[in-house]
């Protein structure tokens, strides 16, 4: 690790908490893949506001997978995309429950084998659920690991490998987190705020738009 990716991560758990917390509400393994996958371009209040209830619906992947296509379509409509993520549940928690006694494996393979399952989703079961280092590339990570000079790559496994190389192990997961909250608070895709930014000095997009406004 070298010393101003040091730096960077000392000033994250500085300003935010060096404890996991996932933003999606689960009380297992299953309902965190259920709520990952419904995550996807959709925001996690939104999920939680949906799930609260599809849980109670749904108690576990038994339910899911014996589910009716059209009704859960209608259970999940707001979160958006929902014909599709419907097809990947019933796929998925099939698949679980015949072949899995209706548990999620953390093998990552076997994980990226099942519907609807990318590595992101993969890795967020293994950081939170299985306490495996993992890196998950979300919409945050991938904005603000390219402004901090972390990757030059726009492909989410190539970002997730590059980062792998830059960060420590033991803080893969919890970089998410706290990047995940950064992005949330400050470090927005548009109009970031700069003027309450901690990490300025490393982001190069900061320094490059300060370039500009100097010779304008």
């Known amino acids: 690790m070298t010393k101003r990716t040091k730096e960077i991560l000392d000033l994250l758990d500085e300003v ?3 404890e996991y917390k996932c933003y999606l509400n689960h009380d297992s393994a299953e309902q965190l893949l259920i709520a990952t996958m419904l995550s996807a371009q959709c925001t996690d209040a939104r999920v939680n506001i949906v799930t609260e209830s599809l849980f109670k619906k749904y108690p576990d992947m038994e339910a899911f997978a014996n ?7 209608q259970d999940i409509k707001s979160t958006g995309f929902y014909r599709n993520k419907a097809k990947n549940i019933l796929g998925c928690s099939r698949k679980l429950v015949e072949e899995y006694g209706g548990k999620v494996p953390n093998d ?6 099942l519907p609807g399952v990318g590595r992101k989703t993969a890795n967020v079961i293994r950081g939170n659920i299985f306490h495996e280092p993992s890196v998950v590339v979300d919409t945050h990570v991938k904005r603000i690991s390219r402004r901090l000079g972390f ?3 726009e492909d989410p496994v190539k970002i997730e ?3 792998m190389r830059v960060l420590p192990k033991e803080h893969w997961i919890l970089y998410n987190i706290q990047i995940i909250t950064f992005g949330r608070q400050i470090c927005f895709a548009r109009n970031p705020k700069c003027e309450e930014c901690f990490l300025t000095k490393y982001c190069k997009e900061y320094k ?3 370039k500009k406004g100097d010779k304008a």
Not at 67 to 73: I, P
Not at 108 to 113: F, G, K, Q, R, Y
Request: net charge negative; proline share 0%; no cysteine.
């Open 108 to 113: 990552l393979e076997v994980l990226t084998s």
């Open 161 to 163: 490998y590059d980062l």
């Open 208 to 210: 490059e738009r300060k």
């Open 151 to 153: 990757t030059k790559e």
């Open 16 to 18: 935010y908490t060096t």
């Open 67 to 73: 589910a009716d296509l059209k009704e859960l379509e």
